[in-house]
C-alpha cells in the first residue's frame, strides 16, 4: 500500500477534487448512482441543418419502417399542401405489411396539393367543397377512357396523341391510376349533366375508345396543382392501396418534402381518404425508416443543442418507444404512431443537425431490453428530483424495470417548469372536478387531502376532496391525479394547503464554492481502508485498492459490474466501477467533516423570489435541503407548491440532460433511470 499523503497535501488534494469531480450521489433504498466522469462535453450547437446534411446513411440503417400520422382525427382536411424544390414521384404504398412504395408517375411541379375527390373551391388558399355548382374552381365528374391493359408508356403516348386536340376544346388530360390500372381521365366538370354533354360534343375525338362518366368517390385522392386549379393525378384504389409521394433528390441528395408549417420530412408521404362519420377528408401519414423518424423526433422530445450523450441516451430511448408501441393506432386510424405528446413528438427533418445525426447513427439499432421484451420506454420532462413507478402512475405492473427512482442529480430549480406554485379557489376548484366528472362534488372544495404518496416516490398516488356539504370524491393513481388538477399542477409531485403549505427544495450548489476550514485529520485505519492517493492525478481520486464509495451519509462498499473511463492527468483510464470511488462537494463533507457542508446560494434563492407571485418564506435548511413555506395571495385558496413537469414514469429528460453535463455517458444515464435492463442490438434481439 502507498504511503499516504501528509495532512496538507490531502487538504489541497482534496479542494481540487471538490471543485473539479462530480458527484456519485447515492440514495437510501437505491442500489447504487454513480456520476461518471468522461471525455465527451457539450460543445456549441451545429448551425448546419438537414437540409445541408448528407442524411443517406438514415435510410439504410435496416429495413425497418414507421407510419407516422400527420394529418388525421379532428385535424383532417379536405386538401393538404406539399412543397419540394424538384419535383415528385407518384406512386402505390401499402400501409400495413411490407410498406412497399411503387412508382407510377412523375410530377415537375414544385407546389402541389392532394384533395378530395369532389367538387372543389379555393378558400384562403386552400381548397374545400364547393358550397355551389357555380363557386366550382375544380370539377369532381369527369371523362374516364377506357385503357385495360395500358403500361406508363403507353399512356405517356395517348397522352401526347390526345394532348393538342382536347386541350383546343377547354379539356384537361389526367393520367389517373384507378382500381390497379392505368387509365386516363379528362377534364373536371362541376356536374353529372356538364360531363355528359361534353361526352356527346366530343365522340368524334375518342373515335373507337370506350369513354364513361365517372363522379366522385369515397375512395379517391386527386393530385392538383393549386395555383393553376389543375389535376395533375387522380388515384383511386379502394381502401387496398393508397397514393404515396416521395420528392425527387436535390442537390444535397436530399428527398425532402415541406408542409404549410415549414416542418421539413423526408420518406414517403401517404395520403388516403378517411371517413367516419364524423370527419372527413384527406388523411396523410409519414412512412419513413425508423432511423431517420428517431432524427426527425430526438431535436422536439430534447434539443439539437443538448449534450451528445443525452440525445445518444433519448435515442435508444425513442427507438425502444417506438418498437414497443408499433400499431399503436393502426385499428383507429392505420397508422403506428401520430405525431404529438400522446406518442411522440414528431416534426421531421427541419431541426436535425450534425448532433443529432451523430447521436442517431451512433446508437443504431441500439435498444433497452428486458428479458425477452422491449422495454416501454416512456419519458417526461422533468421529474423533480424522483420518477414514479408505471404501477403507482397508471395501476401497470406489467413492467418491473419502470420502478420509483431517486434522481438527486436533477436539477430542477433551475428548470422551466421544473417547479412551480399555483393556487386556486375552492369553488373554481371544485368547477374543475366537475368538468373531469367527478360530479358528486356540489360546492366549494373545503378540504384536499393527501391519503398515499407512491411507493418510494414524492409523487401523490391517492388524494381526497371533500366540498362544504361533506361530499368527498378520491382520485387514484398519480397521473389521474395530474390529469384531474392539471390546470393547476405539472405533475403529482407536489403538496398542497389551504393558505399556505411547506415544502422542500434542493440546493443549487455555487460552483465558485470551496471551504475555508481546514478540515479534520482523517483516521489513518480510515484512509488505509478506503485507499491511498495515485500520485501525478490532480484530476480524481482513483486509487482503487479500497473498493469502497463515499456518500452523503456514510462509507459504503459498492458492487457492480459496469465500468467506466476515468479522466486522470494521465489520460482516459478504463475501471470498473467496483474499483473507483468519486467525490464531489455534495458528499465532501462524509469524507471530510462538517466544514463541507453545503449551504443555499442567497443570490440564487433571491432570482427564485423573483419568479413567483407567491409569497415565500424561507424556514430552516440543513445538509442539501431547504424547507419553505409557500402562502397564498388569497388565505382563503389553495396553494400548490410542485417538482417535475409530465408523467414521471421512466427517464427525465431534463434529468438525463443534467446527467451528461456531470459526465455519464448514455449507457449510464439509461441505467440511471430504467430498473435491470439491457442495450442490445434490435437485430440481435428479434
Same mark, same amino acid.
Request: hydrophobic share 35%; proline share 2%.
Given at each position: ?384 428530483? +424522483? $420518477? %414514479?413507478?408505471?404501477? #403507482? ?6 413492467? &418491473? /424495470?419502470? *420502478? ?68 368527498? +370524491? $378520491? %382520485?387514484?393513481?398519480? #397521473? ?6 392539471? &390546470? /393547476?399542477? *405539472? ?83 478504463? /475501471?470498473? *466501477? ?109
Amino acid at each position: 500500500m502507498k504511503k499516504p499523503r501528509t495532512r496538507e497535501e490531502r487538504k489541497k488534494l482534496m479542494v481540487r477534487i471538490i471543485a473539479l469531480i462530480m458527484a456519485i450521489l447515492m440514495v437510501t433504498g437505491m442500489a447504487y448512482y454513480t456520476i461518471y466522469v468522461l471525455t465527451s462535453s457539450v460543445g456549441a450547437a451545429e448551425t448546419v441543418t438537414a437540409e445541408a446534411l448528407d442524411t443517406s446513411s438514415l435510410k439504410n440503417s435496416g429495413d425497418v419502417l414507421i407510419s407516422v400520422g400527420l394529418n388525421y382525427g379532428s385535424s383532417l382536411t379536405k386538401s393538404f399542401g406539399v412543397w419540394s424544390d424538384e419535383g415528385y414521384t407518384v406512386g402505390t404504398q401499402q400501409l400495413t405489411e411490407d410498406r412497399d412504395f411503387k412508382e407510377l408517375w412523375g410530377l415537375s411541379e414544385q407546389y402541389i396539393a392532394c384533395t378530395v375527390d369532389d367538387n372543389l373551391e379555393e378558400s384562403s388558399g386552400n381548397y374545400v367543397l364547393a358550397s355551389k355548382k357555380k363557386n366550382t374552381d375544380i370539377g369532381g365528374w369527369h371523362l374516364q377512357v377506357d385503357c385495360s391493359g395500358y403500361d406508363r408508356e403507353e399512356l405517356e403516348e395517348l397522352i401526347d396523341d390526345s394532348e393538342d386536340e382536347l386541350e383546343d376544346l377547354g379539356l384537361c388530360l389526367i393520367p389517373s391510376y384507378i382500381d390497379f390500372e392505368y387509365t386516363l381521365r379528362v377534364g373536371a366538370f362541376a356536374s353529372e349533366d356538364d360531363a355528359e354533354e361534353m361526352l356527346e360534343d366530343t365522340e368524334d375525338v375518342f373515335r373507337r375508345m370506350d369513354v364513361e362518366v365517372v363522379g366522385p368517390s369515397k375512395t379517391a385522392v386527386s393530385v392538383i396543382d393549386p395555383d393553376r386549379a389543375e389535376i395533375l393525378f387522380e388515384f383511386d384504389c379502394g381502401a387496398e392501396l393508397e397514393l404515396g409521394l416521395t420528392a425527387h433528390e436535390d442537390r444535397n441528395g436530399n428527398t425532402y418534402m415541406s408542409t404549410p408549417a415549414g416542418n421539413i420530412y423526408d420518406g414517403v408521404f401517404c395520403f388516403k381518404r378517411y371517413d367516419n362519420g364524423d370527419v372527413e377528408g384527406v388523411q396523410l401519414v409519414n412512412i419513413l425508416p425508423l432511423e431517420s423518424y428517431i432524427a426527425g423526433v430526438l431535436p422536439y422530445e430534447t434539443s439539437a443543442s443538448w449534450p451528445l450523450e443525452t440525445l445518444k441516451a433519448f435515442a435508444i430511448t425513442v427507438r425502444s418507444y417506438t418498437l414497443s408501441h408499433l400499431n399503436k393506432h393502426m385499428d383507429r386510424y392505420g397508422f403506428d404512431l401520430c405525431n404529438t405528446v400522446d406518442c411522440q413528438v414528431y416534426k421531421g427533418m427541419k431541426e436535425v443537425n450534425q448532433r443529432v445525426l451523430n447521436a442517431v447513427l451512433g446508437t443504431a439499432g441500439k435498444i433497452l431490453v428486458y428479458g425477452d421484451e422491449i422495454v416501454n420506454a416512456y419519458y417526461s420532462s422533468s421529474v423533480g428530483g +424522483v $420518477t %414514479v413507478s408505471a404501477e #403507482d402512475a397508471w395501476g401497470d405492473n406489467k413492467h &418491473p /424495470y419502470l *420502478k420509483a427512482v431517486e434522481t438527486p442529480w436533477e436539477r430542477y430549480m433551475t428548470h422551466n417548469n421544473g417547479f412551480w406554485t399555483y393556487e386556486v379557489s375552492p369553488s373554481a376548484l371544485c368547477d374543475r372536478l366537475n368538468q373531469k366528472g367527478y360530479i358528486s362534488l356540489e360546492d366549494a372544495i373545503e378540504d384536499v387531502e393527501i391519503l398515499e404518496l407512491a411507493e418510494n416516490s414524492t409523487y401523490v398516488k391517492k388524494l381526497r376532496f371533500t366540498d362544504i356539504h361533506g361530499n368527498t +370524491v $378520491t %382520485v387514484e393513481n398519480t #397521473d389521474n391525479v395530474r390529469i384531474a388538477l392539471t &390546470p /393547476y399542477v *405539472k405533475s403529482a409531485n407536489f403538496v398542497v394547503g389551504l393558505g399556505s403549505v411547506e415544502y422542500t427544495e434542493n440546493v443549487i450548489i455555487d460552483d465558485d464554492y470551496a471551504p475555508e476550514d481546514e478540515p479534520e485529520e482523517i483516521p489513518e485505519e480510515e484512509a488505509e481502508s478506503i485507499g491511498g492517493y495515485s500520485d501525478g492525478i490532480e484530476s480524481g481520486y482513483t486509487d482503487v485498492d479500497g473498493c469502497y464509495v463515499i456518500t452523503a451519509d456514510d462509507i459504503d462498499r459498492h458492487h457492480t459490474s459496469l465500468w467506466t473511463n476515468i479522466v486522470t492527468g494521465d489520460g482516459s483510464v478504463l /475501471y470498473d *466501477k467496483i474499483d473507483f470511488f468519486v467525490m464531489s462537494k455534495q458528499n465532501a463533507y462524509a469524507f471530510l467533516g462538517d466544514e463541507y457542508k453545503i449551504y443555499a446560494d442567497p443570490v440564487e434563492e433571491e432570482k427564485k423570489e423573483e419568479r413567483t407571485n407567491t409569497k415565500v418564506v424561507e424556514e430552516k435548511s440543513d445538509d442539501d435541503t431547504v424547507y419553505k413555506i409557500a402562502y397564498a395571495e388569497d388565505e382563503d385558496n389553495f396553494i400548490f407548491v410542485g417538482k417535475g413537469w409530465g408523467h414521471g414514469v421512466g427517464i427525465s429528460q431534463y434529468g438525463a440532460r443534467d446527467l451528461a453535463d456531470l459526465g455519464y455517458s448514455a449507457e449510464e444515464i439509461l441505467y440511471s433511470y430504467f430498473t435491470d435492463v439491457e442495450i442490445l442490438d434490435y437485430e440481435d434481439f428479434q
